[in-house]
Structures are given as C-alpha cells and as structure tokens.
C-alpha cells in the first residue's frame, strides 16, 4: 500500500508528543531544536528532529562552522507505511531546503537499545565507527540514560542524586554522517569504515519508534518556522 506523504514544520507541541509516545527515549532533547514532521494520509505520524546534541563543536572535526553542521536527534514515529528511511531522507531534503548554509548531519545508533542504524544504512550514511564513550551522564531509576544537559531542561538541576539517578558513563555508539553536497561527501570518504551487522533485536528500516495509533492528537497544526 502507498501513502501519501507529507513533510513540513511541526509545532513543538506536536513534537513533544510524538517523542514523549513514540521514541523509546520518552524524552526532548535539550536546546534549540529544529522540528519536521511527517503526516500520511493526511494523519499525523510523527516527527524528526535535528539539533546540535551534546556537542558545541559538532562541526569542527569536518573543518565546518558550527551553523554547516547538525545532528539528526530524534526520530519518533507510530505505525506507518513509509519506511523510516525514506521519511528521514525527505526530512533531511526539507532541512537542506530551508538551511543553505547546511552541509552534514550526524547520528548515532546506541547499541545498548539494540540499534545498529540500519535506518542510516538503508539511506546510504557513511559509517565511521564507534564514538569514544566516557561522557557522564545520568541513569534514571527506571534504568532510562538521560544526557545532563536533558537534565537540566527537564528538572532543572543536573545534580543526580537530587533527581533519583546517579552517574553512569555513557556507553560508545555507532556514529553515521550524511554529507549534503559532493565536496562534503569527499571530504569525509576517508572516515568511512563497513557498515555494521545487525543487532539481534533490530529490524531493518523501524527503529528508533514504538508502534501506537496516529492521527488527530495532537492535532497536525504547522508553523512556518523552526522553533
């Protein structure tokens, strides 16, 4: 079966949603965020979002500016037809669109969720490893991994102990790159390693969303621009 797809900005509220429901993280990421969503059929199923992560310095390994540079966050969807990776290369064309000046985004697979970025991998990212690991972050005692900095915009401390967690250090993760012109692309050639194999508990093209029924809450309000 075929959807008609439609992408454009999410409202935050929108957003929040979809992440708080359908990303296993059940969380926003802290800071500026950039909000896409997704609708098929004319049903809300779900949104991307890019931001700069945990690094302030997300461009400056690829000699780029920090505004050429973002990471894609999130992507948190319910049940759809379109597979992840075509919702997240379109997403990615609308960011490119709408950010001239944008010329890489990154992401990352935790292998401790079971992820091997086989979304990033049907998309034809470039794999460049495991990231070094050893940044603290904060366990919750659900056993939920939060960044600090998602601490503080969610409880307003990033002290452990006075919001039920303590530290951890965080795990590696698989790290991909999506160059978005020819020069970036060779540019960044060299980094790229094989892809990974699969993980025992992820399918091909569907992770990083929990299945659960889409459509009119939120309501698929649109704004004309990120927030």
């Not at 944008?102 to 992820?115: E, M, N, T």
């Not at 940044?135 to 056993?143: L, V």
């Not at 991994?145 to 503080?152: E, F, G, L, V, Y």
Request: positive net charge; hydrophobic residues 35%; aromatic residues 8%.
């Amino acid at each position: 079966m075929k959807a008609e797809l439609k992408i454009d900005w999410a409202t935050h509220e929108a957003a929040k949603y979809a992440v708080e429901n359908w990303h296993y993280s059940e969380s926003m990421p802290a800071g500026k965020l950039v909000k896409v969503g997704a609708w098929e059929n004319r049903k809300f199923i779900g949104v991307v979002l890019f931001g700069r992560g945990a690094n302030n310095n997300i461009g400056k390994p690829y000699r780029l500016e920090q505004t050429a540079a973002c990471e894609l966050v999130r992507i948190a969807l319910t049940k759809h037809i379109t597979p992840v990776s075509k919702i997240a290369a379109i997403a990615m064309r609308f960011l490119k669109a709408n950010s001239p000046r944008l010329r890489l985004i990154i992401s990352y697979a935790d292998p401790l969720q079971g992820h091997h970025g086989g979304i990033y991998q049907a998309g034809n990212w470039l794999y460049c490893g495991k990231t070094k690991g050893g940044t603290a972050q904060i366990q919750m005692p659900s056993g939920k991994i939060i960044h600090k900095r998602t601490a503080m915009s969610q409880y307003g401390t990033c002290k452990a102990s006075d919001i039920g967690g303590k530290w951890t250090e965080e795990k590696q993760k698989h790290k991909y790159l999506m160059p978005l012109d020819n020069d970036m692309r060779k540019r960044i050639l060299p980094l790229s390693k094989p892809y990974p194999k699969r993980a025992g508990s992820e399918t091909t093209d569907t992770a990083g969303f929990q299945p659960a029924e889409g459509g009119s809450i939120p309501t698929p309000a649109l704004h004309s621009q990120a927030a």
